[in-house]
Structure formats: structure tokens, C-alpha cells
């Protein structure tokens, strides 16, 4: 499992303070105005940093650490993801999961082991597209749709998908 969740990108500094723009990769919009703690992903290390403030602009969150009181300070974290630790994660409701939990489950159709879940992206739709590497070496892309997934299994790591021809 997971320890960290990216919940979005910064974006681009906002004003002279130190504040910035996050791009959210949550489903959550409203998740950031009670962060107060977050871990900004700088060389592949995750530096923690503290949320002292949080407005709204053009339905994206501005966020403000103690860390970064300037708009040099915060200038060079332009394109930098955001992430939350999973105590600091939303509450999930019955049936639902973090997408980053299920990579490494066992992707199953109609009894037969398709492959393991290698990845996932999501594209300009917000559509989630699970990325499988299949048993004979390919590839596959599945949506994170009712018709092609048709259940998770999180105790016994698997995920069981309805195929169409083509697939």
C-alpha cells in the first residue's frame, strides 16, 4: 500500500508572499481548506511542509506554507507535486479505494489471469485508464469504468474486469 497520495501540482506562484497555485489531482476540490500538513516531492524526496493558508481562485486551491514566505522561495517548487501521507488522506466511503492501492493486484476475467496492475494515468476527461501488463508481455489499458470493472478486491488484491473483443 501507499503512503502518499498526490493530491496536485503546483502551478504557478500567486502574489509576493509565497502563495501558490495547485493544479488538484484529488476528486476532492474542497480537501485542501483543511490541509495543514502536506509533503512537496523535490528530487524524488518528500520534503514535509506546513498549510498556514488557503483561498480559491478559478475553482483552483492558492495554498501558503510556513516553509515559503517568498515569491522566490516558492518560484523554484513551480511543477512540483503536492501530496498528502495516509493519515492525512480523505475518508473513503464503503467501496471505495486509492487508485495508487491497487497497483500490483491481480487483474482477473471470467477465471483467467489477465495480468498485474502495472499503473494508471487519467487524461483530460478526469477518466481514470488503468494500465495492465499483461500475462503474454502487452499492454492493456482499462477505464476505470462499471463496464469493464466490474469489482476490487482489496483483501485479496485483486481486480476483476469485463473484457470486449479487442482487448
Known sequence: ???????????????????ISVYPTTD?????????????????????????????????????????????????????????????????????YFLADVIGFTVMSADKKIGVVKDYIENEADQVIFIIEAEDGSEKMIPDIPEFISEVDLDEGIMYVKLIKGM
Not at 500500500?1 to 502574489?15: A, K, T
Request: hydrophobic share 35%; proline share 5%; net charge negative.
Open 28 to 96: 476532492d476540490l474542497m480537501r485542501f481548506k483543511d490541509l495543514r500538513d502536506a509533503y512537496i516531492s523535490i528530487k524524488g524526496e518528500m520534503k514535509p511542509v506546513h498549510v498556514n493558508s488557503c483561498k480559491y481562485k478559478k475553482n483552483m486551491p492558492v495554498l501558503g506554507f510556513d516553509e515559503y514566505t517568498s515569491i522566490d522561495d516558492i518560484q523554484p517548487l513551480k511543477g512540483s507535486e503536492l501530496y498528502v501521507d495516509r493519515a492525512n488522506a480523505i475518508e473513503l466511503e464503503e467501496g471505495e
Open 1 to 19: 500500500m501507499e503512503d502518499y497520495f498526490r493530491i496536485g501540482v503546483l502551478s504557478s506562484p500567486h502574489g509576493v508572499k509565497g502563495e
